[in-house]
């Protein structure tokens, strides 16, 4: 009998491989794994070539990691969804201390805000959140969890 255990990883195509790795980092990811440009089998007949980094948050060697995915042949192309009220995955939720500080790099180096930071007390849980998107349009949102 089969078991689903835990996500190994997330996937995020970009249209600039190095560009969405620097961002990434600046919000905490380091590389763990770097596939250079070749044959990526396995996902269908096209798209057929790219390149990619696998990322992760702290040293958890099982933690979830973000695929960083640059697609070559065919080149990466279209945007992400214009909005969260669509079909499939809206965004990546990541847990966070010292929210408002992250805000404020994030502001600095011109990073577009969804929305304000919020704190919307559901379910009686103390906590903040923003979304923001990164540097092709995903969504990325922080949550800082209050005592």
């Not at 695929?67 to 909005?83: C, Q, R």
């Not at 995955?89 to 408002?100: A, E, N, P, Q, S």
């Not at 805000?113 to 007390?121: H, S």
Request: net charge negative.
């Amino acid at each position: 009998m089969w078991q689903s255990l835990q996500i190994y990883h997330v996937n995020v195509n970009c249209t600039n491989l190095e560009r969405s790795f620097a961002f990434y980092q600046r919000l905490g990811f380091r590389e763990v794994i770097n596939l250079p440009e070749g044959d990526l089998p396995g996902l269908g007949p096209i798209p057929r070539r790219g390149r990619a980094k696998l990322l992760m948050l702290g040293d958890d060697p099982r933690g979830t990691m973000l695929d960083l995915l640059e697609w070559t042949d065919p080149p990466t192309s279209g945007v992400p969804y214009p909005h969260l009220a669509h079909a499939g995955i809206g965004r990546i939720c990541l847990r966070v201390k010292g929210l408002d500080e992250m805000v404020a790099m994030l502001r600095a180096e011109g990073v577009v805000l969804v929305d304000e930071p919020t704190m919307p007390a559901l379910n009686g849980a103390n906590h903040k959140f923003v979304c923001f998107l990164d540097p092709d349009g995903s969504v990325i949102e922080l949550m800082e969890f209050f005592k």
